[in-house]
């Protein structure tokens, strides 16, 4: 009889590369759903927040949902690979293949595509687990597909098989393999005509936001990872807030400074520098790196740097986090 818990694992040298693991729950966005996220990431973007403006932009009969909450239901049903994970090292080469409206059904697939090990530390070493994932909706139409590296421990120290290669965190492909993923029939001069930023602007955002709900928000995302949930798995007694909960906060601070932003289709990357912990107070540093022009906007490459404020203690970078945006307004200058 196999007395193992379900729900121990797996660890990093249990997995087979290149075979799925069970699939998670299905989730439905309803109504509910995306107003318990738009509570927890105050995240202002319109197209998700209106729905009179989302029908005459989009032609969605059902309000579009916001693509960073589509994102993390993604990640969410991801943590059939990372119960136990002890750090989520990066995010790659996101993309969000189509905006969705309320009422879709997600379904995930992930799939372990390499593995490395660490080095001993002098508790033995631990595994890096490439993760392929792909999220789609009840017509089986891809929504969305993202490569993560997850840091788990190890059951057996004798069974160390390498496979496959990494990589880095860092992702250059071209804005324009994103084209794709742009909305071919949007009115994006409902959103806005306002000159867009250019390469090279920059602003840091004056408002400060706070990490609170953070147990929601994993449970919100059906998000399976011990550490999130209990502070014994965590840090020196605390809970790890999930990197998801950082970019959220991050992704509404876009929506702040970007006000022409109408969906994020894709992150070239995005890195988890430190550990976040409920109640940091965040603030957030964007610049604008690359633009490409699209009918009534543009697709634009972002970096936001995310820093941990703690009483006491010095500042912390917590998080470097790639978006590719597209944004409704006029190619302009003003806003270099």
């Known amino acids: 009889m196999n007395t193992t818990p379900p729900l121990d694992g797996p660890y990093g040298d249990d997995f087979v590369m290149g075979v799925p693991l069970p699939a998670a729950p299905a989730i439905t966005v309803d109504e509910g759903l995306a107003a318990q996220y738009q509570a927890i990431s105050g995240d202002p973007v319109r197209l998700a927040l209106s729905a009179p403006l989302s029908y005459v932009t989009t032609g969605m009969a059902s309000r579009v949902v916001n693509s960073a909450l589509a994102l993390q239901?993604?990640?969410?049903?991801?943590?059939?690979?990372?119960?136990?994970?002890?750090?989520?090292?990066?995010?790659?080469?996101?993309?969000?293949?189509?905006?969705?409206?309320?009422?879709?059904?997600l379904t995930s697939t992930v799939t372990p595509v390499a593995r490395t090990f660490t080095r001993d530390n002098g508790q033995g070493r631990r595994a890096k687990v490439l993760l392929s994932v792909e999220t789609r909706d009840e017509h089986d139409a891809l929504v969305a597909s993202l490569e993560r590296l997850a840091l788990l421990p190890?059951?057996?120290q004798n069974r160390l098989a390498e496979a496959g290669d990494i990589g880095s965190a860092a992702s250059d492909r071209p804005l324009a393999s994103l084209l794709p993923a742009v909305p071919k029939d949007w009115d994006l001069s409902r959103l806005s005509n306002e000159p867009l930023p250019s390469a090279g602007w920059s602003a840091d955002d004056p408002l400060r936001d706070s990490i609170s709900g953070a147990l929601d928000l994993v449970r919100l995302t059906q998000n399976q990872a011990a550490a999130h949930r209990d502070p014994a798995r965590g840090q020196n007694g605390r809970r790890l807030v999930y990197g998801g909960h950082v970019v959220a906060l991050a992704q509404a601070s876009l929506s702040r400074l970007v006000p022409g932003l109408a969906a994020v289709v894709g992150w070239r990357s995005c890195t988890h520098l430190a550990p976040s912990f409920e109640d940091d107070l965040l603030t957030f540093h964007i610049t604008c790196d690359e633009v490409l022009a699209v009918d009534g906007g543009a697709l634009i490459a972002l970096r936001v740097l995310g820093r941990a404020l703690r009483p006491a203690r010095e500042p912390v970078d917590v998080i470097d986090f790639r978006p590719v945006a597209l944004v409704a307004g006029t190619i302009g200058d003003n806003r270099g």
């Open 154 to 156: 190890v059951r057996d």
């Open 73 to 105: 239901i993604a990640i969410g049903q991801s943590t059939v690979a990372t119960r136990i994970v002890i750090a989520n090292l990066f995010y790659r080469d996101v993309t969000l293949h189509r905006q969705i409206p309320l009422g879709t059904t």
